[in-house]
């Protein structure tokens, strides 16, 4: 069974720190590109960040640029989410994705994750 879990999420205050993680299971995604969305209480999904499967590129949404960093092990199989400066506007379940190239998976990624809740306190 093909899947992505992530693990990591948490209550931090405001200017705290958390690392996601996202561990792909069931076939290789070392040739995939992985990204991470959010979604906050009564709003959208939105992306927030995606990396390339070689690591030479990433894309971020504004909001979180200077803040995030994404990263992967491909022998691993495995993303991650390093978030720091961390906003109580940043409160959302995030949910790791997989997608063809950094740019498709903005906006039709192939697999998605079950999320893990992050809760950032004033």
């Known amino acids: 069974q093909v899947q992505l879990v992530e693990s990591g999420g948490g209550l931090v205050q405001a200017g705290g720190s958390l690392r996601l993680s996202c561990a792909a299971s069931?076939?290789?995604?070392?040739?995939?590109?992985m990204g991470w969305f959010r979604q906050a209480p009564g709003k959208e999904r939105e992306f927030v960040a995606a990396?390339?499967?070689?690591?030479?590129?990433?894309n971020y949404a504004d909001s979180v640029k200077g803040r995030f960093t994404v990263s992967r092990d491909n022998a691993k199989n495995t993303v991650y989410l390093q978030m720091d400066s961390l906003k109580p506007e940043d409160t959302a379940v995030y949910y790791c994705?997989?997608?063809?190239?950094?740019?498709?998976?903005?906006?039709?990624?192939?697999?998605w994750g079950q999320g893990t809740q992050v809760t950032v306190s004033s």
């Open positions: 990396i390339s499967f070689s690591s030479i590129t990433t």
């Open positions: 994705a997989a997608g063809l190239n950094t740019i498709i998976l903005q906006s039709t990624p192939d697999l």
């Open positions: 069931g076939r290789s995604f070392s040739t995939s590109a």
